[in-house]
């Protein structure tokens, strides 16, 4: 919902403008808006998206307050259960307790960790599918799980919130599967709202 | 921080107040402010708890927008982790798709689905300490972990949200582990303000 | 943003449906998630107003924190100031000190303080002017403009939090004038989400 | 509610320090959680402050929707109407259509505007105190108040949005009188978390 030419709109509080093109004048507010923090009017363009991901990035993601979210319920259902099962291994990176590198584990052993997930993946969906068939609640037999199932929500966020998100998830630091679904997100946004687009970018990189 | 008291002085924008008692009006105002919904005198007491529990039941408190979390990262440290191992395995409700019901499985079969996800979990753990050991970035690893895995976090929220958190999480639809931390919250919020706790209840039970 | 239709979608975390027509079982959905208060799915629906109040309202309706708002500034523009001047004047309820009541004060008083008023304004108008002129700062000479002083904002919610907003303005404690404002928008929000008002409607008047 | 301790405390999910005083790595975690922006232990720390202010300044404050606020009802009590009556004129600024100089307007004519602004205040108090002895209710006949009326109210936040709005409002871009309660603000934080202050301080200069 929404474009730069809302943005501009409710800046100025007015509707009364039919053309969908922008001129130097409304390139030059949204400029100063996002310069100046006036995060209001970017609130008025609103996303939703429907994403599939693992746990351990949904979690990640679910922690941003300014999305509403509608997830699967794994309560509810015990259907299209999938899992993620990495191909490659980032390691540790030295000097920092949080980060990956960009070194990965050797071919051989990617390959041995790779068939050990899936296999534990698998143990771990017959236990709770035989829980399930003997009766045990959905919710708690879900617990045996492993963190690389895929989840499934729809997230609705307003442009400026959602640019914050960028701002943090597209960063170095965050995680790798972190940072793929937001660059991916970055460009929707850069084709729905251009100039803003064009415009925060060049205040991010100064 | 805050009390009964300070519920009181918001509400009517005064500091004036010296003792501790409340007196009938005092009690009186709280009510009418509960009954009416003029909750804002409710968001200047705050509460602070450290939690343990396991991921899906995390996951669930985490959707809470209102509350300030701290969580462990397991993106930074792979110490002390534990899992929450069930003993007893309520059945799915017949007449809910999403609720279990009172009814518990077997002794055997409860004693046989213990050991295997006892079993499982630290399987698990082996292959991701393992994966840890040969340098593996902790953030991918931690994947194969299940969701019967604790976590910690620090959770901050204001009385009001509170309240609405313990309607929801006391309520019989709410998963059972998550309803005994709702109990075990609820009577600390009956100490803390009992006068506010007393109303609260009268009202949830009309 | 969004129809009855996209709640449905959302809380069955689904885009396969191609019919704009909803069944039997879409609507049953609508009603149970609004019973239980399983409010995310109509997070997914958004509305835009803008809106011409006067100030003492706008006060009123800028406390709900999870609106977005825009709105005109005046330290920016001393354009199109205009007041609304009440041609009646309900009297203060006897029994509630917050609210007023239905009767109103004479015709030939009204039209006495009418006048006061109007006179008033103006003069607070013509003060404001020529302090302008002088070259005082908008953002201190505003100072002077009674309450009466219409404003004009955009405002974004999301339908979970305006239904929210017209349960606690369209009730009988809510200001006459808010009143006025929040029953417009529930015929709007009746027009674009029919079976969501219906239900909405009828789970309030039980 | 809290320290700079409790922070530290809040980051680490650990609650076993004793001491009350911070030692070297302490001091170098609130450093790394300010510069890289990770806020949320600071979201554990509350502060509630009780505020006297006009009307255009309240409104200004009101919009930061990550305080709750406690304000006193003008539908409620037609008691202790005071009004803010500048001294001196700040000029707008030239070159910026939003913001005052700090230029100010001959002594002669601040003395003038300075009698008017006050005479105005008293005869609209007048009016409004007339309509309320003849039973206007006090909703409508507030109307005529013009925006220099002080208002008081409760306002509790915590500290990471407190340090966001501490930056937005003690900007130069900020109207003067928002700022001088800024920085007064500024002041009280600086002495309850004297090491979060100074690290956030040196950032914002950087």
Known sequence: MGSDLSIVNSARISYNRDSKELDYKDERLIKYLLKNKHTSPFEHVLFTFN?????????QWMRHRTWSFNEISRRYTDENIEFYIPKEFRLQKDDNKQMSSEEVLSETESFLYHSEIRNQCLISLQIYSEMVSKG?????A?????QFM???FFGTVDLHNLLH???LRTHIHSQHEMRLYAIAIENI????VPITYKYWKELKEE
Not at 136 to 140: H, S
Not at 189 to 192: G, N
């Open 189 to 192: 946004v850069k084709e729905v």
């Open 150 to 152: 895929y989840t499934n």
């Open 142 to 146: 879900r617990g045996i799980l492993p």
């Open 165 to 167: 998100f960028l701002e």
């Open 136 to 140: 045990v609640a959905r919710e708690i």
């Open 51 to 59: 994403i599939k991901t693992p746990l351990f990035i949904a979690r």
